[in-house]
Nanobody, 115 residues
């Protein structure tokens, strides 16, 4: 059974940085495009970044482009999200998952950005 465990969230001031991690156990992480999603209070869960199997191709939502960087370490079965220049509107629960064929969601990691 595949399990995804997100970590690295916290409370940060506007303009600050955080690095999120998502560790996968089981499954076929090394052959799947991975993605980060986020869900703000009262809103739907949105796709914000993806990374291809080898890491060469990435996608970012306009809302995070230029501030967030997605990366992955296949031997460690871990995907990362480096978040810089954080804004209060980045406050949300952040999740990782496959880009396609989404599996059960992990618990996510809370990111709170204060103004």
């Amino acid at each position: 059974q595949v399990q995804l465990v997100e970590s690295g969230g916290g409370l940060v001031q506007s303009g600050g940085s955080l690095r999120l991690s998502c560790a996968a156990s089981g499954g076929n992480f090394n052959s799947r495009t991975m993605a980060w999603y986020r869900q703000a209070p009262g809103k739907e869960r949105d796709l914000i970044a993806t990374i291809s199997v080898g890491g060469a191709n990435t996608y970012y939502a306009d809302s995070v482009k230029g501030r967030f960087t997605i990366s992955r370490d296949n031997p460690k079965k871990t995907v990362y999200l480096q978040m810089n220049s954080l804004k209060p509107e980045d406050t949300a629960v952040y999740y990782c998952n496959y880009y396609s064929g989404i599996i059960s969601w992990g618990q996510g990691t809370q990111v709170t950005v204060s103004s």
